[in-house]
């Protein structure tokens, strides 16, 4: 073992790094105009940057987008309101 990250916690081998391979976990919540939740997913990215790119590619087809790190709120995508002629 090279060492303990906490005393109770677990202690990991020289085996298990890999330094830059760690990739957080974000969810993704795809919106409708209300903000009620079409769906979502939960997905792993190397950083918040790449989490709020893969949401932009949905951008189109949802009227609100929400790219969520844990508790924390990264960045709410909102699709410009079209206006209708009668």
């Given at each position: 073992?090279?060492?303990?990250?906490?005393?109770?916690?677990?202690?990991?081998?020289?085996?298990?790094?890999?330094?830059?391979?760690?990739?957080?976990?974000?969810?993704?919540?795809?919106?409708?105009?209300?903000?009620?939740t079409?769906?979502?997913?939960?997905?792993?990215?190397?950083?918040?940057?790449?989490?709020?790119?893969?949401?932009?590619?949905?951008?189109?087809?949802n009227?609100?987008?929400?790219?969520?790190?844990?508790?924390?709120?990264?960045?709410?995508?909102?699709?410009?309101?079209?206006?209708?002629?009668?």
């Open positions: 073992m090279i060492g303990c990250l906490d005393a109770p916690t677990r202690c990991v081998g020289l085996s298990s790094l890999k330094l830059g391979a760690h990739k957080m976990k974000y969810s993704i919540s795809y919106k409708d105009a209300a903000g009620i079409l769906r979502s997913e939960y997905l792993a990215f190397a950083n918040d940057e790449d989490a709020s790119t893969f949401a932009t590619k949905e951008k189109s087809r009227a609100l987008i929400e790219v969520w790190k844990g508790e924390q709120l990264l960045v709410r995508y909102e699709q410009a309101a079209r206006s209708v002629r009668a």
